[in-house]
């Protein structure tokens, strides 16, 4: 480790879990004011979807440059590089008046946001090995995993009360906190940087693609993450076609952000006793049991009220507490010496995979419950196959 300084630990900690979560933060508050914003901007519900499918994209593509370029520069630079267009992007899309113009700033708000994500799993791995690296993010990982179920619930106070425009300007002001604190507080921790060409990122992705290993923990992470988004993009709309008001449905994400937190302390406890691979595996079969309640409940019932839906997403949840942590530590420290190049491609495939899902699976299949269900289901039966098969080939 960089310190061994109590104080500068906690500082750490603090920064770390802020800027792992503005990323998710921004994705989801404004999803309460969907309905009301695709009237203002005069646009329609699916072609609003695309906000959260550009953003994701946004996130996921620039994670492969970021990662790089913090392995080269350093993690300081693009971190404080990164939170600055984040600010001014965020102030843009409070801005907004057409959903062209949104969609831009979206964009460019990913970018800025994908320096956290990318810089902050990279500084964990400068400096821990994997037993620690893991027990940072059971650590970290609660906090950044109920950051978009939580986030609705702000959101949907805030423009209920100030309007949509003010979730965006909430976001900013968030991102001018963490960037006062990155710039006072946080040290770089990449110390052993090499100059090197942009064309290099090429060489660099290809052994890592190419690594079952590798693979065996971002597929599954893709798919759990790749569901998430599916409900949070379809959600608020079915919830809203209910009968629901925006501030009612904020709420219905908390059971969700409890849940996460539950299946993280069930995976930090059994991850000491069973190891870490049977543990990914309990995550992987919670994966499933929601979806087949899912499945189950969609036969059983019209789907006509929240807990219909909310109770076997939670579920769902308690996976995502679980295979996220582990798997995204399992995958970036498999290759340390890259670890900027590693933390980019994970943010890229997991972000990049949840964009598709959020962006055209509602535009394919439209969006109702029974489009969500079969999509949970078939992700989790994927997810399980896809570790399982890759860690015989590793082996």
Known sequence: MITNDKKDFIKYMIILAMMSSMGLLASDIYLPAMPSLSEALSTTDSSLQLTLGVYLFGLAISQIFIGFLSDIYGRRKVLLLGFSIYIIASICCSLSGSIQTLLIYRFLQAIGASAGLVVGRATISDQFNLKEATNIYNIIYPIVAISPAIAPLIGGYISTFLGWQATFEFVAIYGIILLIMSFFFLKETNLNREPKKLFHI???????????????????????????????????????????????????????????????????????????????????????????????????????????????????????GIVLPLGIASAINIFKEKSGVASGLVGFTQIGFSGLCASFIGKLFGISTSVLVITVLIMSILAIFSHYFLKRQTN
């Open 202 to 320: 090429f060489h660099s992705y290809p052994l890592l693609i190419s690594n079952t290993a590798f693979l065996s923990y971002v597929i599954p992470v893709c798919l759990v993450y790749g569901a998430w988004f599916t409900y949070l993009s379809q959600s608020t709309f079915l919830f809203d076609e209910m009968g629901y008001s925006q501030h009612t449905i904020g709420y219905f994400y908390i059971p969700l952000a409890i849940m996460i937190y539950i299946g993280n302390l069930i995976g930090k406890k059994l991850m000491n006793t069973l190891g870490n691979e049977k543990v990914f595996y309990i995550g992987l079969f919670s994966f499933l049991s929601g979806g087949l309640l899912f499945f189950i409940f969609n036969l059983s019932s019209n789907m006509n009220h929240a807990f219909e839906i909310i109770i076997p997403m939670s579920i769902v949840s308690i996976s995502n």
